[in-house]
């Protein structure tokens, strides 16, 4: 079954510094990998995905991943963090074969300093 | 247009009573899921359903746990006789197909409190 790990619980950043949020995934076969972002009191939006294709995807507010199939990674990153950027992010992952589940880490509270 | 919308926002029962919660999906989209947020427990999946497909209820942690949806649209997730444990919040999501390649919208969620 399909899994995901992501290995900070919280990440401090200062406003204008780049922010890294970490994901690595496990999966039979090839991966769709996607992104969400919760903030206080709302339900899960969507932030981008990798389906295929170009490595880099860049997605809503600046954002952007990275996939790496060695690394069976998917880093969601952006260049200068907002504090509007405070939030809680989920990496999530699903087979292109199998099961139609999506499965979600267990989320990184990002709290960026002013 | 109009998003994932749930109700109740909030829900307070006792332990023992039934609970029932609604979510109403993006007009047009076929697979509605159910998923449980417990405090730092992550997302944890319990049931989708595709069209008029039987629906996927290995996520449903017991045989208390329930859900319907109504044609294709409206769906409902029913606990019956609550336990404390069962507090959390319900996000509802749906989906254009059940497609790998469609992400899926979420609603507010409904949080559930049990005393």
């Known amino acids: 079954a399909q899994s995901v790990a992501q290995p900070e619980d919280q990440v401090n950043v200062a406003e204008g510094n780049p922010l890294t949020v970490k994901c690595t995934y496990s999966?039979?076969?090839?991966?769709?990998l996607f992104w969400y972002v919760q903030y206080p009191n709302r339900g899960l939006q969507f932030l981008l995905k990798y389906i295929t294709g170009d490595n880099l995807v860049k997605g809503s507010y600046g954002f952007e991943a990275e996939f790496n199939k060695s690394q069976t990674s998917f880093h969601l990153k952006k260049p200068s963090a907002l504090v509007s950027d405070s939030a809680l992010y989920f990496c999530?992952?699903?087979?292109?074969?199998?099961?139609?589940?999506?499965?979600f880490g267990k989320g990184n509270q990002v709290v960026v300093i002013p | 247009g109009a998003g994932v919308s749930q109700s109740p926002s909030n829900k307070v029962t006792e332990k023992g009573k039934d609970v029932e919660l609604r979510c109403d999906p993006i007009s047009g989209h076929t697979a509605l899921y159910w998923y449980r947020q417990s405090l730092g427990q992550g997302l944890e999946f319990l049931i989708y359903f595709q069209g008029n497909s039987a629906p996927d209820k290995s996520g449903l942690p017991s045989d208390r746990f329930s859900a319907e949806r109504t044609g294709g649209s409206v769906s409902t997730l029913t606990i019956q006789r609550t336990q404390q444990e069962d507090s959390a919040v319900y996000l509802c999501?749906?989906?254009?197909?059940?497609?790998?390649?469609?992400?899926?919208?979420f609603g507010p969620g409904t949080r559930l409190t049990v005393t």
């Open positions: 999966v039979s076969g090839n991966p769709y």
């Open positions: 999530a992952v699903r087979a292109t074969y199998g099961n139609n589940r999506l499965a």
């Open positions: 999501a749906s989906s254009l197909t059940l497609g790998e390649r469609n992400e899926q919208y």
